[in-house]
């Protein structure tokens, strides 16, 4: 998958009665590298998906334009109560408010992902965990971006997790993990973590 930063957005017409558009349009001049490409979208896309100057975009499988957000995710593992279980957390704002996923969230500029995780569960959960393998990455296209998520396991070294900003939490026995209704991407990783010998 190639990623390309929005270079330039220029208005593509001035007039929609006099192109034969419905909706006002804009130019996005895409760069990869050395290789530059030129794509019309509607304004309103560009609003309603976030897609502005200095974003990385990617294009989905059917040729669509995706903004591309970069994140990484914990799966938090444990003995609990005798059983190995993981630690999944709840959304609490947003268009997947109640869904279920692993907590962890964006890479910063000059971030290595394993440190925006350690970051990312201190701010959200105020533990310290200690980042082991890396599961897999999970590329995901949702309706309006698309998720590229490193998804590592890790385990508590230090204090106890507090939610600071999901919904509710639950540690999750292998044989639970179908119980909760996880986030798309989310989804792509139980059967692994099924099969990973703790």
Known sequence: MKIYTVNQITEADFGCE???RTEPTA?????????EKYLEVTESKLERDGI????????????????????????????????????ATARGYGEY?????????KIEEGERPEEALVREIREEL????????????????????????DCFLAEVVEGELVLKEAEA?????????????????????IDEIRNIAF
């Open 18 to 20: 006099e192109t034969g």
């Open 27 to 35: 130019l996005l001049q895409l760069v990869s590298g050395e290789e």
């Open 52 to 87: 502005s100057e200095g974003k990385k975009v990617v294009f989905s499988s059917d040729g669509e334009v995706l903004k591309y957000v970069r994140v990484v995710a914990a799966v938090i593992h444990s003995q609990v109560d005798g059983e190995e279980k993981v630690f």
């Open 97 to 105: 408010q109640g869904w279920w996923e692993f907590p962890g969230g």
């Open 126 to 149: 105020t533990a310290k965990i200690e980042v082991g393998e890396l599961i897999r990455t999970v590329e995901y296209d949702y309706p309006s971006f698309h998720l590229s998520m």
């Open 169 to 189: 939490a639950k540690w999750l026995g292998l044989g639970e993990l179908g119980e909760v209704n996880w986030l798309p991407a989310d989804l792509e990783l």
